[in-house]
Every structure is written in structure tokens, then in C-alpha cells.
Nanobody, 124 residues
Framework: EVQLVESGGGLVQAGGSLRLSCAAS????????IGWFRQAPGKEREGVSC????????YYAHSVKGRFTISSDNAKNTVYLQMNSLKPEDTAVYYC?????????????????WGQGTQVTVSS
């Protein structure tokens, strides 16, 4: 059974940083993509970033480009999301998800497995 466990969320002041982790387990396929999505109260889910396990290709939403960095440690099956220069509008529950297909886009429907989410709150 595929499991994704997020960690690293918390409360931070605007301008601060957080690093989220997504530990994946329970699968045997070699090529996959991990995506980060977020959902704020009363808003639709939004794609944040994704990374390919095969070649490390990455993609970012315009709203986070230049501030967030996604990376992976394939030996640990763990993906990280370094979030710098955080803004109050980044406040949301952040989810990581796994897809068997990597594309340079953030389409939630392509992701088959989802974590439970971690709360990120940015105070002004």
C-alpha cells in the first residue's frame, strides 16, 4: 500500500521559511512524480510544485516560483519543499501526492495517492 506522510508544517511570520517533507513508501515502481498541492479555507485546491523521480525535472506554480524549491532524495524516497519569503497568502494545508506520470503541469487528477496534509500558517 502506497503511503505518503508529510511533515514540517507550522506557524511562521511573513518573510520566514519552512521546509516540508514528504516520505513515500509501499511502492515498487521506479518512475513517478511527486507533487505538492495546497488548499486554503474556502478555496479550491491549488498545485504548488512537482518533481520527476527519473530525471529531477521540476515545475512550479507562478505564485511560488522563485520562492519555493522542490527537491528529492530518491534513496530515501523523500521529497522536500523549501519555502522561503513566505506570505500570509501561502497559508493552507499542504498535501503531497504521487503520480505514475510526470508532466510539466499541476493536475491533481493525475495523482493517485495523497498524504494527509500538513498545516502551514503564515502570520502577517
Amino acid at each position: 500500500e502506497v503511503q505518503l506522510v508529510e511533515s514540517g508544517g507550522g506557524l511562521v511570520q511573513a518573510g520566514g521559511s519552512l521546509r516540508l517533507s514528504c516520505a513515500a513508501s509501499g511502492f515498487t515502481f521506479d518512475d513517478y512524480a511527486i507533487g505538492w498541492f495546497r488548499q486554503a479555507p474556502g478555496k479550491e485546491r491549488e498545485g504548488v510544485s512537482c518533481i520527476s523521480s527519473s530525471d529531477g525535472s521540476t515545475y512550479y506554480a507562478h505564485s511560488v516560483k522563485g520562492r519555493f524549491t522542490i527537491s528529492s532524495d530518491n534513496a530515501k524516497n523523500t521529497v522536500y519543499l523549501q519555502m522561503n519569503s513566505l506570505k500570509p497568502e501561502d497559508t493552507a494545508v499542504y498535501y503531497c501526492a504521487l503520480s505514475r506520470v510526470y508532466i510539466a503541469a499541476l493536475i491533481g487528477g493525475l495523482y493517485d495517492y495523497w498524504g494527509q496534509g500538513t498545516q502551514v500558517t503564515v502570520s502577517s
